[in-house]
């Protein structure tokens, strides 16, 4: 087996400090690693609709709840700060695929849904983008697949718990 980058720090870093114990940066690394190369990918569905991964994951949010979402609720759906939201909030409304309507007895609070154009596109681009991540990850037999995403489900509960990253 090919050594992966990880691998080759690591060896620099034992080098220069044998002692030193690496274990966490092997995982933790890979799993860096591994993050920034599919976000490199970019999603190419996507792309090609002229949506970002964020972006996507704000309409995503809204069809998979089925019912209007505040922009509160999407910032906490999504794992994005509010300004962040508003911001592609505002880009997906001009684009027509969402839309906002104020809370008639709190001005203060928006309800978002998709427009009937931003759910097709969704319904759409879910299972192309299904089908281009399956093929990205098609090295791994269904076996690895799973073992990965067990582990790595294992691996998120912990630090959801630890981090204060838990969602609910």
Not at 41 to 61: K, S, V, Y
Request: proline share 3%.
């Amino acid at each position: 087996m090919t050594d992966d980058i990880v691998a080759s720090v690591v060896r620099q870093w034992q080098a220069v400090n044998p002692g030193l114990d690496t274990g966490p940066m092997e995982l933790i690394g890979r799993i860096n690693r591994c993050a920034a190369l599919l976000q490199q990918a970019e999603d190419a569905p996507l792309r090609a609709a002229g949506l970002t991964r964020a972006e996507f994951d704000l309409l995503g949010a809204v069809r998979r709840t089925d019912r209007e979402l505040t922009p509160g609720e999407l910032a906490r759906e999504t794992f994005s700060s509010g300004a962040a939201v508003t911001k592609r909030l505002r880009a997906l409304q001009e684009r027509g695929l969402m839309d906002r309507r104020g809370d008639e007895r709190d001005r203060r609070v928006a309800h978002v849904r998709l427009t009937d154009e931003g759910r097709a596109l969704v319904d759409r681009l879910l299972p192309e983008q299904l089908a281009y991540e399956r093929a990205v990850l098609s090295g791994l037999d269904d076996e690895r697949r799973g073992e990965l995403s067990s582990r790595l489900s294992e691996l998120l509960v912990q630090l959801e718990g630890r981090l204060g990253g838990a969602r609910r």
